[in-house]
């Protein structure tokens, strides 16, 4: 099993921008992709290539706290917290950038993955709460 919290706003995954020479991601998808493999590279011990063996079947679930709009007043701000988020940005981008940001660390390829579960909710401190396991 494998637990990992990332203290910061999730960042979705853009859409590949293609052009006459080469294809790309737009920031800050690059950014976040990098901070989070970071992170994950911190929280593991050195002697860990992977956590998970390359013909295991995974299971994520992972908890989406989006940051409240500055905009809202404190008592609206307060009723939020722990309401699903309905806005943008959507959920399978959220969760592709996880997958993204923890292919080669974690796991050996994010094919592996034969079971996700995610929630996008509203909370005052912005984190991603991420839960791997073995099927």
């Known amino acids: 099993m494998y637990n ?7 960042i979705a995954a853009s859409r590949p921008r293609v052009t006459r020479w080469s294809t790309y991601y737009k920031e800050p998808y690059n950014s976040y992709k990098s901070f989070l493999r970071n992170k994950v590279i911190e929280s ?7 956590v998970f063996d390359a013909s295991m079947a995974l299971k994520m679930n992972i908890i989406f706290e989006m940051e409240i709009p500055k905009s809202y007043s404190n008592k609206k701000r307060l009723s939020l917290v722990g309401t699903y988020v309905i806005k943008k940005p959507d959920i399978d981008n959220l969760i592709k950038s996880v997958q993204d940001g923890l292919n080669g660390i974690v796991y050996h390829d994010d094919n592996q993955i034969a079971s996700v579960n995610a929630v996008k909710i509203y909370s005052l401190e912005p984190k991603t709460i991420i839960n791997i396991k073995e099927l």
């Open 4 to 10: 990992l919290t990332i203290f910061a706003n999730p």
């Open 44 to 50: 593991m011990p050195d002697s860990f290539l992977s």
